[in-house]
């Protein structure tokens, strides 16, 4: 099943998207990688990057619109709650047919388990913060921030990116 196959491949995401270091420069570096591929390919998104609870990076490309902040906001609130990409939440959740609401009692005005957002995970340290792009459909919003995390840590995009998996309908 699609679904299966994709939280199978965003499980190997998040084993090998990790950072050896992450700090404000590396944030920048990474929001100007997503920034550039998605003007390069018209995109019209809004891209944020915290660390540590304080913004380190933010971007609205022509097209976006101030709604993109609020599901950002939303989508990082998964990511920085349950530690994994709000994309893989919100397929688990598919999976058992519930909500965040009814599962996890929060207020889908604060919570969205929709992709886009994924932790910054540094080895041997954890999760320091989210990178998060709204303004595409879910599942692309999560592959652009794989493309570029992948595309900063010189590994193979093609090997980690959905696209190769079948389209969840």
Not at 40 to 56: C, K, R, W
Not at 124 to 139: D, E, F, K, Y
Request: aromatic fraction near 6%.
């Amino acid at each position: 099943m699609a679904i299966e196959n994709d939280l199978s491949l965003i499980l190997e995401q998040e084993r090998v998207l990790q950072f050896d270091r992450f700090d404000l420069g590396s944030a920048w570096e990474l929001g100007s990688r997503l920034r550039t591929m998605a003007v390069s390919a018209g995109h019209p998104v809004a891209i944020d990057i915290q660390m540590n609870g304080m913004p380190a990076f933010y971007a609205a490309l022509p097209g976006s619109v101030p709604d993109n902040a609020q599901w950002i906001r939303r989508k990082r609130n998964v990511a920085m709650r349950f530690g994994h990409p709000s994309y893989a939440i919100g397929l688990g959740l598919s999976l058992e047919n519930r909500t965040l609401a009814d599962k996890y009692g929060v207020d889908p005005a604060d919570y969205a388990a929709h992709g886009g957002s994924f932790p910054i995970v540094v080895r041997g340290v954890g999760a320091i913060g989210t990178v998060t792009v709204s303004g595409l459909p879910q599942r692309e919003d999560h592959r652009i921030v794989v493309e570029a995390i992948a595309d900063m840590l010189n590994l193979d995009k093609q090997a980690l990116d959905l696209d190769a998996a079948p389209v969840i309908v």
